[in-house]
C-alpha cells in the first residue's frame, strides 16, 4: 500500500503564491501517475493538475498557466506550484497517486492524502 502526506497549504492573499508537496511511502513502484485534486464545499471534486510515470502532464483549464505540477522521483515526492492565487481556487487539496497491479499491470488502485487546505482571502 501506498501512504500519502500533503504539506504547504495555508492563507493566502489574492494574487499571491503557494507550493504544496506530496511524500509517498510504502509501496512505491508501478505508479501510473500522480495528482493534484481539490474539492470545495458544495462542489464536486476536480483534478487540478496530473503528471504520468513517464513525465506528460496536463492541467484543468482553470488553472493553466498558473500552476505547475512537478514530481521529484528520488524522494518520492510531488509538487502543485500555484501562483497567481485567485479566491476561486480555495479549497481542500488532495494528493493522488494510480498504482498498477498484477502480472501484466492490468489492475489499478488509488490512493489519496488527507488534504490540505488553501484559502485565498484579503
Known amino acids: 500500500q501506498v501512504q500519502l502526506v500533503e504539506s504547504g497549504g495555508g492563507l493566502v492573499q489574492p494574487g499571491g503564491s503557494l507550493r504544496l508537496s506530496c511524500v509517498a511511502s510504502g509501496s512505491i513502484f508501478s505508479i501510473v501517475s500522480m495528482g493534484w485534486y481539490r474539492q470545495a464545499p458544495g462542489k464536486q471534486r476536480e483534478l487540478v493538475a496530473a503528471i504520468t510515470s513517464v513525465g506528460s502532464t496536463n492541467y484543468a483549464d482553470s488553472v493553466k498557466g498558473r500552476f505547475t505540477i512537478s514530481r521529484d522521483n528520488a524522494k518520492n515526492t510531488v509538487y502543485l506550484q500555484m501562483n497567481s492565487l485567485k479566491a476561486e481556487d480555495k479549497a481542500v487539496y488532495l494528493c493522488?497517486?494510480?498504482?498498477?497491479?498484477?502480472?501484466?499491470?492490468?489492475?489499478?488502485?488509488?490512493?489519496w492524502g488527507q488534504g490540505t487546505q488553501v484559502t485565498v482571502s484579503s
Open positions: 493522488n497517486f494510480r498504482k498498477a497491479y498484477g502480472i501484466s499491470l492490468q489492475y489499478f488502485n488509488d490512493y
